[in-house]
């Protein structure tokens, strides 16, 4: 049977009552949002995507950007009961909410589920009690741990996220995140590479010498590997790089880092990389032809046609045929 395709409507609410100031954050920045939506604004946005969906959709609204659950609770409520009239509508299947893992109580808990909310997603970044200490996030990986049981034992899908090449994080660092996210019992992440945003505790640091970014290449490289512990345990990755608002995109907030709009791309594109260069190990074709899944075909080809140019070079044609029968990392060869 044929999957509903799932939607998130995106409702942003920067920094909003957040008294922490993570080294590297500057949500307005990050999410391109100079203004907070209020409750009542929900119910326009809300509609506003809804009839923009032309395919039968499972739709969530989502929460995001802040420490939904360190909003004052009358406050929380309010954007509740707006996102709630939707449920109740049956437009849309349920909410999502994106917070701290140090705040999350019985209390908060009981309030989401009162209104319908399905899944937390919580900002974890590292479980590296150096990483987190030298990044100012005023929690340790205990309290991921401790949010984590608590959210899963109410009934709410868990997400965590992460973050790769914080301040004192190591590719090994970064492995036992994502080995440490799949043993929580996470049933979604996130991976985003660290960027310097303009007018962070990150961008003195960096100014100063004292913190120095992953290169794209690097950041290409870590998440190739987080992405096969994820994959291995199951885990849904919903997102593989930072969201391109324009203000990255034009770069007016990026002062450095492994920004790239395509990074998902690029890191698909290594992994197939790897499956296609094991598979010729020593082989020394002329001619060889690769059946891809049709999803996997441009990742196969390369960004920007990378591993085909790769081929090339080592003087083999190559040609890449979809086949929709085949599953996500199968692939067929040919030599003729
Ligand atoms: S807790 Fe979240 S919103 Fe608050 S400063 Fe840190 S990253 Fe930004």
Not at 135 to 161: D, Y
Not at 166 to 188: E, H, K, M
Not at 267 to 285: A, D, G, R, T
Request: charge should be positive.
């Amino acid at each position: 049977m044929k999957k509903n395709k799932h939607s998130n409507i995106p409702i942003f609410l920067p920094e909003l009552a957040c008294p922490h100031q993570c080294v590297f954050c500057n949500q307005e920045k990050i999410s391109g949002i100079l203004s907070t939506p209020q409750p009542s604004d929900v119910q326009r946005i809300t509609e506003t995507y809804l009839g923009t969906m032309k395919e039968k959709r499972i739709v969530d609204i989502a929460f995001f950007g802040g420490s939904f659950t360190g909003i004052p609770v009358d406050l929380q409520e309010k954007y509740l009961k707006e996102a709630f009239k939707f449920i109740q509508k049956g437009l849309v299947s349920g909410i999502r909410i994106s917070t701290r893992p140090d705040y999350i109580k019985q209390d908060n808990l009981d309030l989401l589920k009162k209104y319908g909310v399905t899944t937390i997603e919580l900002g974890a970044q590292s479980t590296n009690n150096e990483v987190l200490n030298k990044s100012g996030r005023g929690h340790n990986f205990e309290a991921v741990k401790r949010a984590s049981a608590l959210i899963l034992e109410n009934g709410f899908q868990l997400g965590l996220q992460m973050m790769i090449g914080l301040p004192y994080d190591t590719f090994q660092r970064s492995l036992q995140t994502a080995n440490d996210i799949a043993a929580t019992g996470a049933q979604s992440t996130r991976i985003y590479p660290t960027v310097i945003i303009k007018e962070t505790a990150l961008e003195k640091l960096y100014n100063s010498g004292k913190y120095k970014p992953l290169s794209i290449e690097e950041a290409v490289l870590w998440a190739k590997e987080l992405v096969k512990v994820f994959e291995k345990n199951k885990i849904l990755i919903l997102r593989i790089g930072l969201h391109p608002s324009e203000e990255l995109v034009d770069g007016k907030s990026l002062i450095a880092g492994p920004f790239h709009p395509s990074f998902k791309e690029m890191v698909m594109s290594k992994i197939w990389n790897e499956l296609i260069f094991k598979e010729l190990e020593n082989k020394n074709p002329d001619k060889v032809t690769f059946r891809i899944n049709d999803k996997q075909l441009n990742y196969a080809v390369g960004f920007n046609g990378c591993n085909k140019r790769e081929l090339t070079q080592r003087g083999i044609i190559t040609r890449f045929t979809a086949d929709s029968s085949l599953s996500k990392y199968q692939f067929d060869v040919s030599y003729n």
